[in-house]
């Protein structure tokens, strides 16, 4: 990620903390989008990253136009409400880190009908 205005970033908030957010909020996306081939490539080709501080995901989305058609979403998975929001723009704030590790990781989450 870049410092400045971004146009495929999203805020993915949970409700409550759960020991696996990235699977919680791969689930909403599918259900959501209700078109397991987009959003299976959606999930599989966008990268998520969780803010152990807050809880928030972060999916940086591999189309821009999904973080537009995606805000203010909210959906239950299970007793835990996710809410998406587009981030607009990323700026650095003095004695952040910028250290991170890039793991690459498939989950294979159900599509709910």
């Given at each position: 990620m870049?410092?400045?205005?971004?146009?495929?970033?999203?805020?993915?908030?949970?409700?409550?903390?759960?020991?696996?957010?990235?699977?919680?909020?791969?689930?909403?996306?599918?259900?959501?989008?209700?078109?397991?081939?987009?959003?299976?490539?959606?999930?599989?080709?966008?990268?998520?990253?969780?803010?152990?501080?807050?809880?928030?995901?972060?999916?940086?989305?591999?189309?821009?136009?999904?973080?537009?058609?995606?805000?203010?979403?909210?959906?239950?998975?299970?007793?835990?409400?996710?809410?998406?929001?587009?981030?607009?723009?990323?700026?650095?704030?003095?004695?952040?880190?910028?250290a991170?590790?890039?793991?690459?990781?498939?989950?294979?989450?159900?599509?709910?009908?």
């Amino acid at each position: 990620m870049t410092v400045g205005e971004q146009s495929r970033l999203m805020a993915v908030w949970l409700s409550s903390p759960t020991a696996d957010p990235v699977s919680i909020v791969a689930c909403a996306l599918k259900y959501i989008e209700r078109k397991p081939i987009t959003m299976r490539t959606m999930v599989n080709d966008s990268k998520l990253c969780v803010d152990d501080h807050d809880g928030i995901v972060f999916v940086l989305a591999h189309l821009d136009r999904l973080p537009f058609q995606l805000r203010k979403w909210r959906i239950s998975v299970g007793d835990i409400v996710v809410s998406v929001y587009p981030v607009k723009s990323i700026v650095q704030r003095t004695g952040s880190s910028r250290a991170f590790v890039d793991i690459p990781i498939r989950i294979k989450v159900p599509f709910f009908s």
